[in-house]
């Protein structure tokens, strides 16, 4: 298993890189010069193969630097010269990290250099993938700063991202709703019997995002929780994009009938949050431009794939779900998606979806032709799940097994098994299907199961009946572990509540 340092190591070699002068200390008279700073901290995200992207945002133009070594003292380091930051990309950057060795820790520290001054270092780690043999863990989780709960520190502020990092996970993978653009985070919500969550806000946070500045600053805003700096200083996110980095439930040529919005262009607004997504997060691929899906594939040693998903940029209108051939993939990505998985050496392979396969979603409550799912009520296979009988029958017709499905969206946890002896007439291979979340957010549901692909719920944890959208306070927030023993190849996955306490575990055993 790959040996994780302690904090004291890392503090110790942190000192000691300081006490080498990596910032720039010199002998001599002092000399106060404005020096660039970096703002946010750092990120790591992407791992895949030998590879990894690292992440930090300047408050000034300035260029990055990253070094790089399998040691917290730096003895050896690797250096990278990154690009230029500025304000047309909000002063914030990724660098790649290529040749990284496998089944390591690997640190680095960036600075920003900003014509004769040097920020000071920043210095963050991660996980390299692991090699044969080895146990790893992913972590999985979504919906951060939903209904307008944001970070009051009465309450532990965004406390489920602490318990992730006591989990110590060697990834962590977001899977959708990174943000809240359509939910103000206003200074007071009254949470009942007198009580009130006091957010930390600004006049900005407090309305809709429109502009793209209104998007930075969501982006921008959960790292002013100290725990949300440190589970990315420590643990490389994979992250997917939703329906709330935007507008709940939009899809592509959308006009809102939203009278908060002066811009009703859901694709204008989207291309403005998806500019921020890619200045804010770590994704290894630019996949920046319209009409070219956030998905990838990321290669955790030779025993587990992540193959992620966009579930937005080709999705057809809530209203027309029903519709023969409706798509949520669209065609080539339901294609590349199929392949990805066919092609896929891993042992197991793990599909981050950002919505789940058989819960009925529905937009709205006044009209139950509005669906946001994939499943729809009643039978035969219809419209979207046409497109989602496709990809299981590919997969099973070639062969493919082991495919686990990580999922979020719902606001509540669960494990659900999918078998066609139980399903209304599509051919696949039996999988498992486990949704967590909200890491912050007010939690709602059970939803019902469509029977279509034969889905059974083996675990569930709601809010009580007759209740909803209850507070983080409430402690409903969930979050997933998947372990992966390297030595049996056994897939462990468990649920775990606010805290980091286990709600519900399985164990899946490779099928050959």
Same mark, same amino acid.
């Given at each position: 298993?790959?040996?994780?340092?302690?904090?004291?190591?890392?503090?110790?070699?942190?000192?000691?890189?300081?006490?080498?002068?990596?910032?720039?200390?010199?002998?001599?008279?002092?000399?106060?010069?404005?020096?660039?700073?970096?703002?946010?901290?750092?990120?790591?995200?992407?791992?895949?193969?030998?590879?990894?992207?690292?992440?930090?945002?300047?408050?000034?133009?300035?260029?990055?630097?990253? *070094?790089?070594?399998?040691?917290?003292?730096?003895?050896? /380091?690797?250096?990278?010269?990154?690009?230029?930051?500025? /304000?047309?990309?909000?002063?914030?950057?990724?660098?790649?990290?290529?040749?990284?060795?496998?089944?390591?820790?690997?640190?680095?520290?960036?600075?920003?250099?900003?014509?004769?001054?040097?920020?000071?270092?920043?210095?963050?780690?991660?996980?390299?993938?692991?090699?044969?043999?080895?146990?790893?863990?992913?972590?999985?989780?979504?919906?951060?700063?939903?209904?307008?709960?944001?970070?009051?520190?009465?309450?532990?502020?965004?406390?489920?991202?602490?318990?992730?990092?006591?989990?110590?996970? !060697?990834?962590?993978?977001?899977?959708?709703?990174?943000?809240?653009?359509?939910?103000?985070?206003?200074?007071?919500?009254?949470?009942?019997?007198?009580?009130?969550?006091?957010?930390?806000?600004?006049?900005?946070?407090?309305?809709?995002? *429109?502009?793209?500045?209104?998007?930075?600053?969501?982006?921008?805003? /959960?790292?002013?929780?100290?725990?949300?700096?440190?589970?990315?200083?420590?643990?490389?996110?994979?992250?997917?994009?939703?329906?709330?980095?935007?507008?709940?439930?939009?899809?592509?040529?959308?006009?809102?009938?939203?009278?908060?919005?002066? *811009?009703?262009?859901?694709?204008?607004?989207?291309?403005?949050?998806?500019?921020?997504?890619?200045?804010?997060?770590?994704?290894?691929?630019?996949?920046?431009?319209?009409?070219?899906?956030?998905?990838?594939?990321?290669? !955790?040693?030779? !025993?587990?794939?992540?193959?992620?998903?966009?579930?937005?940029?080709?999705?057809?209108?809530?209203?027309?779900?029903?519709?023969?051939?409706?798509?949520?993939?669209?065609?080539?990505?339901?294609?590349?998606?199929?392949?990805?998985?066919?092609?896929?050496?891993?042992?197991?392979?793990?599909?981050?979806?950002?919505?789940?396969?058989?819960?009925?979603?529905?937009?709205?409550?006044?009209?139950?032709?509005?669906?946001?799912?994939?499943?729809?009520?009643?039978?035969?296979?219809?419209?979207?799940?046409?497109?989602?009988?496709?990809?299981?029958?590919?997969?099973?017709?070639?062969?493919?097994?082991?495919?686990?499905?990580?999922?979020?969206?719902?606001?509540?946890?669960?494990? !659900?098994?999918?078998?066609?002896?139980?399903?209304?007439?599509?051919?696949?291979?039996?999988?498992? *299907?486990?949704?967590?979340?909200?890491?912050?957010?007010?939690?709602?549901?059970?939803?019902?199961?469509?029977?279509?692909?034969?889905?059974?719920?083996?675990?569930?944890?709601?809010?009580?009946?007759? &209740?909803?959208?209850?507070?983080?306070?409430?402690?409903?927030?969930?979050?997933?572990?998947?372990?992966?023993?390297?030595?049996?190849?056994?897939? &462990?996955?468990?649920?775990?509540?606010?805290?980091?306490?286990?709600?519900?575990?399985?164990?899946?055993?490779?099928?050959?």
């Amino acid at each position: 298993m790959l040996k994780r340092p302690s904090r004291r190591d890392v503090l110790r070699g942190t000192g000691a890189a300081l006490a080498a002068g990596v910032v720039g200390c010199r002998r001599g008279p002092a000399i106060h010069v404005d020096r660039p700073r970096l703002t946010h901290g750092v990120q790591a995200g992407d791992v895949d193969g030998d590879r990894a992207v690292v992440w930090a945002r300047v408050d000034r133009p300035a260029r990055l630097r990253v *070094e790089w070594d399998t040691t917290p003292r730096f003895a050896d /380091p690797r250096r990278v010269d990154g690009p230029d930051v500025d /304000p047309t990309g909000d002063h914030a950057g990724v660098i790649a990290l290529t040749g990284l060795p496998p089944g390591q820790t690997i640190f680095y520290r960036l600075v920003a250099a900003s014509g004769r001054a040097t920020s000071d270092a920043v210095v963050g780690r991660f996980a390299s993938a692991p090699v044969a043999g080895a146990t790893w863990r992913l972590a999985w989780s979504g919906d951060t700063c939903g209904q307008g709960f944001g970070i009051d520190p009465a309450y532990g502020g965004l406390r489920t991202y602490r318990a992730i990092r006591e989990a110590e996970p !060697h990834a962590f993978l977001h899977v959708g709703d990174l943000i809240y653009g359509d939910n103000p985070i206003l200074p007071e919500v009254p949470l009942g019997g007198g009580a009130v969550w006091r957010n930390q806000t600004s006049e900005v946070l407090a309305r809709v995002a *429109e502009s793209l500045d209104d998007f930075r600053a969501r982006f921008a805003y /959960p790292f002013d929780d100290p725990q949300v700096r440190d589970l990315a200083a420590e643990v490389a996110i994979i992250a997917q994009w939703d329906d709330h980095e935007t507008h709940n439930n939009w899809w592509p040529g959308q006009i809102l009938a939203d009278d908060r919005y002066r *811009e009703r262009s859901a694709s204008v607004l989207a291309a403005r949050a998806r500019q921020a997504l890619f200045e804010w997060i770590p994704i290894g691929r630019d996949q920046r431009g319209p009409g070219t899906p956030i998905n990838r594939v990321l290669h !955790h040693g030779p !025993h587990l794939d992540v193959v992620v998903v966009d579930l937005r940029s080709f999705r057809t209108a809530t209203d027309r779900a029903g519709d023969d051939g409706a798509p949520m993939l669209g065609r080539d990505q339901a294609a590349w998606l199929v392949e990805a998985l066919a092609g896929s050496r891993a042992t197991w392979k793990i599909v981050a979806c950002d919505q789940p396969l058989g819960l009925i979603i529905p937009d709205g409550d006044d009209d139950p032709t509005r669906q946001e799912g994939w499943a729809l009520p009643g039978e035969p296979v219809r419209g979207r799940e046409q497109e989602l009988a496709w990809v299981l029958a590919e997969l099973d017709r070639r062969g493919v097994d082991d495919v686990v499905w990580l999922t979020a969206d719902v606001h509540y946890a669960a494990a !659900h098994h999918y078998d066609p002896a139980r399903a209304r007439g599509p051919r696949f291979r039996p999988f498992w *299907e486990f949704v967590a979340g909200p890491l912050h957010a007010g939690t709602f549901g059970p939803n019902p199961l469509d029977p279509t692909f034969g889905p059974e719920v083996r675990f569930q944890w709601a809010p009580p009946p007759g &209740t909803g959208n209850l507070p983080p306070s409430a402690g409903l927030q969930s979050f997933g572990t998947v372990t992966l023993d390297g030595r049996t190849r056994e897939l &462990t996955v468990r649920l775990h509540g606010r805290e980091g306490d286990v709600r519900h575990t399985v164990t899946l055993a490779p099928s050959r």
